[in-house]
């Protein structure tokens, strides 16, 4: 039975990535990483305040509908 190796990635970081390896981002890397998770936590945010508007808004509709 032969088993073929397969090419290896010429990158060093996708080669530290197939072998587990930790691999230190650039700066710049890392600027781009931080500011997308940013953005991400930014997004999440506003959408837990718009959907505490919406809940408020349709407790107030409920009451006035009841009253």
Do not use: C, W
């Not at 700066?27 to 809940?55: P, W």
Request: aromatic fraction near 2%; charge should be negative; charged fraction near 30%.
């Amino acid at each position: 039975m032969t088993t073929q190796n397969k090419p290896q990635p010429s990158e060093p970081q996708k080669q530290a990535a197939i072998k587990g390896v930790a691999v230190e981002l650039s700066k710049e890397a890392l600027h781009n990483l931080t500011g997308y998770f940013d953005v991400l936590i930014q997004m999440d945010l506003a959408q837990k305040i718009s959907n505490e508007i919406r809940s408020k808004e349709n407790g107030r509709r409920e009451q006035d509908e009841g009253s």
